[in-house]
């Protein structure tokens, strides 16, 4: 069995808490995997679960909301 397998991951960060995060990382230097893909949004509550639904369908493995 093979281990090469890296999730695709469609990441909704909130701009006020995990996208501040995301972006302390990167000027820190801190490294986070190449697979995800981050979308910057206004609050994790306005997120429509139907966009989650999209994402998976489109063919990514996960889908997250960070807030």
């Known amino acids: 069995m093979s281990n090469d397998f890296e999730p695709r991951m469609l990441g909704f960060l909130c701009n006020w808490c995990a ?3 995301a972006d302390l ?3 820190s230097r801190f490294q986070y995997p190449p697979t995800l893909r981050v979308i910057r949004i206004m609050c994790s509550g306005r997120v429509d679960p ?3 639904a999209e994402a998976l369908k489109a063919g990514y493995d996960a889908a997250l909301v960070l807030g």
């Open 19 to 21: 996208y501040a995060g």
């Open 25 to 27: 990382a990167g000027v």
């Open 50 to 52: 139907i966009f989650l």
